[in-house]
């Protein structure tokens, strides 16, 4: 089955406090949009790449594809107006009989076994939504009180969330309303069900500079034990 990866980078670096997009930062000598798509092409050869781009960050792509040592391919779109129109275009580029990642540009520390975890699962059962436990304590707000909740009944969602292309494909010919916050939520309001996989500890989100010190020390900590 054909393997496509979605990989939508449309951050604009307003917490980062960086001019620099988030995604086009600098991580360990490349950007931290070349370690996600490492990732995915270091996770099977056979690899299709989509990256999904905001107009005016196209000129950042070059310098993308100019990190990698060998010739690599990958698909660019433009992005839309929220996550929803981004990914919405990136599918346009995808086979009917595939598996799909789609991953946000700013994680990249996802490892190839994760991705090779969430392609198992979707062949299996038709998604597989990365996610881990929640280790704080846990309060949900009501006007301007709060009540504690069972973060054992919580998990925080990661990416990159994968879907036979059958599932996630007539999902997205939906119209868009503000609840798609990921792709789960889209393809829920077409009646499908996902499923769960564990995700990793390592697997976060590049928002702030904190993150990227993070990042930066989680790297180091792999090349060491290369």
């Known amino acids: 089955m054909e393997k496509f990866a979605v990989i939508v980078a449309g951050g604009k670096g307003v917490r980062m406090g960086s001019a620099v997009p988030k995604q086009f930062l600098p991580l360990m000598g490349h950007t931290v949009l070349y370690h996600a798509i490492k990732a995915f092409a270091d996770a099977y050869d056979d690899m299709q790449l989509v990256l999904v781009l905001p107009e005016d960050q196209l000129s950042y792509a070059q310098m993308v594809l ?26 346009k580029m995808v086979s009917e009989n595939s598996i799909v990642f789609v991953h946000d540009g700013v994680r990249p520390l996802v490892t190839p076994a994760l991705i090779r975890q969430c392609y198992e699962q979707a062949m ?76 990793g500890r390592s697997n976060i989100k590049v928002t702030t500079p904190e993150d990227m010190i993070i990042a930066e020390a989680l790297l180091k900590d792999r090349a060491a034990h290369a």
């Open 124 to 199: 299996e059962k038709g998604s597989a939504i990365p996610a881990i436990p929640v280790t704080d304590s846990m309060r949900i707000l009501e006007d301007d009180d709060s009540r504690p909740i069972d973060r054992e009944m919580l998990r925080i969602i990661q990416t990159p969330q994968t879907f036979r292309a059958d599932v996630l494909l007539p999902a997205f010919q939906q119209e868009y309303v503000p609840a798609f916050t990921d792709e789960a939520t889209v393809v829920e309001a077409n009646g499908g069900t996902v499923f769960l996989t564990m995700g």
């Open 66 to 91: 100019q990190s990698f040592p060998d010739r690599i391919d990958i698909t660019i779109v433009v992005g839309g107006e929220t996550r929803y129109h981004s990914v919405q275009n990136g599918l």
